[in-house]
């Protein structure tokens, strides 16, 4: 069983919601990536997004789009993004990480050895945010072959026979973007978050995990009484930015530990 399956289960007969925090990989420093990725596992982060800096983030709002010129400033790229993740997996065997990306840097790798190394390097899923699943066969195939799960974007526009399709391709979670536009959004409305849900889960078995407008433990919370996941990325890596790389992990620690007390309260 994958670790991102064995974790699903654990938490679904406690009773529990995941909590999938997302940073950009290399922001502040990449020298805190590593120990910013170990911070989020003691606070209670079930799974880990790390994100590939990329230079033109289309998906993304402001703050991720800064964060990812400012790793791509100090020499991140997907390799060492790789290797970081094999860093945190020498002490953490346990929580998975997912690498999420843009198609871009992983086509200028090769797939065949972005798969290799994401294997070796103990990856558990990868996310392409700008791959449709008529283009993904074989880049599932290939991450298939070598036990990591292909993760699947759902958004609100998606019509009931394109989820049937990602619900076919996807492995390990899906992902269901809360509303139309760009990480980072405020304005966030659970009814038509709700009613989606549904209708996904009528042509999946999979977990579902919510991100995009969820900015701290309170939407957080309400999120997870409808959802077997929630993504919180934008709110974590502006705390990251404020203040200095040193203090990095500290900060996100508190902020993760704050959000999983409020999905766990009664």
């Given at each position: 069983?994958?670790?991102?399956a064995a974790t699903f289960e654990r938490l679904q007969a406690g009773e529990r919601k995941?909590?999938?925090?997302?940073?950009?990989?290399?922001?502040?420093?990449?020298?805190?990536?590593?120990?910013?990725?170990?911070?989020?596992?003691?606070?209670?982060?079930?799974?880990?997004?790390?994100?590939?800096?990329?230079?033109?983030?289309?998906?993304?709002?402001?703050?991720?789009?800064?964060?990812?010129?400012?790793?791509?400033?100090?020499?991140?790229?997907?390799?060492?993004?790789?290797?970081?993740?094999?860093?945190?997996?020498?002490?953490?065997?346990?929580?998975?990480?997912?690498?999420?990306?843009?198609?871009?840097?992983?086509?200028?790798?090769?797939?065949?050895?972005?798969?290799?190394?994401?294997?070796?390097?103990?990856?558990?899923?990868?996310?392409?945010?700008?791959?449709?699943?008529?283009?993904?066969?074989?880049?599932?195939?290939?991450?298939?072959?070598?036990?990591?799960?292909?993760?699947?974007?759902?958004?609100?526009?998606?019509?009931?026979?394109?989820?049937?399709?990602?619900?076919?391709?996807?492995?390990?979670?899906?992902?269901?973007?809360?509303?139309?536009?760009?990480?980072?959004?405020?304005?966030?409305?659970?009814?038509?978050?709700?009613?989606?849900?549904?209708?996904?889960?009528?042509?999946?078995?999979?977990?579902?995990?919510?991100?995009?407008?969820?900015?701290?433990?309170?939407?957080?919370?309400?999120?997870?009484?409808?959802?077997?996941?929630?993504?919180?990325?934008?709110?974590?890596?502006?705390?990251?930015?404020?203040?200095?790389?040193?203090?990095?992990?500290?900060?996100?620690?508190?902020?993760?530990?704050?959000?999983?007390?409020?999905?766990?309260?009664?």
């Amino acid at each position: 069983m994958s670790r991102i399956a064995a974790t699903f289960e654990r938490l679904q007969a406690g009773e529990r919601k995941a909590l999938i925090p997302y940073f950009t990989a290399g922001d502040p420093d990449p020298a805190v990536t590593v120990a910013i990725m170990h911070a989020l596992a003691r606070a209670g982060a079930d799974v880990i997004e790390l994100g590939v800096p990329f230079s033109d983030p289309m998906a993304d709002g402001p703050v991720i789009q800064r964060a990812s010129e400012r790793a791509l400033g100090k020499g991140m790229n997907l390799a060492r993004v790789l290797g970081q993740v094999g860093d945190f997996r020498a002490r953490d065997a346990r929580t998975p990480v997912v690498v999420m990306s843009y198609a871009n840097p992983i086509e200028a790798m090769g797939w065949e050895r972005f798969a290799g190394e994401a294997a070796a390097n103990g990856v558990d899923g990868v996310l392409v945010v700008d791959y449709p699943p008529e283009e993904a066969h074989e880049s599932a195939a290939l991450l298939e072959q070598r036990g990591i799960d292909a993760i699947f974007l759902v958004a609100p526009t998606t019509t009931d026979a394109r989820m049937r399709e990602l619900a076919a391709a996807a492995r390990g979670y899906i992902y269901y973007v809360s509303l139309t536009g760009v990480t980072g959004a405020t304005h966030f409305d659970l009814a038509p978050v709700e009613e989606k849900l549904k209708r996904l889960r009528k042509l999946t078995r999979l977990p579902i995990g919510v991100g995009f407008g969820i900015r701290d433990g309170a939407s957080a919370k309400a999120v997870a009484r409808i959802a077997d996941a929630v993504v919180i990325g934008s709110a974590l890596v502006q705390l990251l930015a404020e203040g200095d790389a040193a203090g990095a992990p500290e900060r996100a620690a508190q902020f993760v530990a704050g959000v999983r007390q409020a999905m766990d309260a009664r």
